[in-house]
């Protein structure tokens, strides 16, 4: 890894998650207003209805992790473990339905391994598999999820804290402006947001609302 535990749990306070189709105007610039607005982390998302494959989907990243790259802020790439190695992103992103994180830390090397994690079990398994962070939710109701789990709230994060589960956390599902507080409460080190920022008219302004709420 190329962060340290502190660095990274610092580093993922406001962890933006985006592709193409979740934007209300062109991506890069929703990236860009994003970075200015504080975001700390990004995330490639290109899943769903819209979203472009190949070769298309392949320059979209290399420009969003070129922005990121001149702004210091780490790019990570969802369930795309081809894409992250061709391209050399920080890290990769996996869900409990993707690959195997053991094959995946193999693969990467010391790059960031972020895991999604619904409950204690499958927390305990990512850590032992070389996760260096856990992204857990969902916390609220989403719509930019077709697949989600039962909501559990933030109580899934406290009791994560409660059964010794240290290393950073992100909590994420429906995270709008107004919602922050209790996540981070419940021991998150930060929070992971897709629509709060790219479904805004002014994702600068929609950046610093939400830092606003973990003063």
Do not use: W
Request: charged fraction near 30%.
């Amino acid at each position: 890894m190329r962060y340290t535990e502190g660095e990274l749990r610092k580093k993922l306070q406001l962890y933006f998650v985006m592709g193409s189709n979740n934007c209300l105007k062109d991506p890069e610039t929703v990236l860009k207003e994003a970075i200015d607005g504080g975001i700390t982390f990004f995330q490639f998302r290109e899943k769903g209805n819209g979203a472009k494959e190949g070769s298309e989907k392949v320059q979209l990243a290399k420009k969003l992790q070129a922005i990121c790259k001149q702004n210091g802020v780490p790019f990570i790439v969802n369930d795309d473990l081809e894409l992250a190695l061709e391209i050399d992103a920080d890290g990769i992103h996996i869900g409990q339905e993707d690959e195997d994180p053991q094959k995946v830390r193999k693969m990467v090397g010391d790059k960031i391994l972020g895991v999604s994690a619904h409950n204690l079990a499958e927390a305990n398994k990512a850590i032992a598999q070389g996760a260096n962070y856990l992204g857990v939710g969902p916390m609220y109701e989403t719509t930019t999820k077709k697949d989600i789990r039962e909501v559990k709230g933030p109580e899934v994060i406290v009791a994560l804290r409660e059964n010794n589960i240290t290393i950073p956390i992100v909590g994420i599902g429906g995270i709008q402006k107004g919602l922050i507080k209790p996540v981070i409460t419940a021991g998150a080190d930060g929070v992971a947001v897709i629509s709060a920022i790219s479904s805004s008219e002014y994702p600068k302004e929609a950046v610093k609302d939400l830092l606003d709420e973990m003063k």
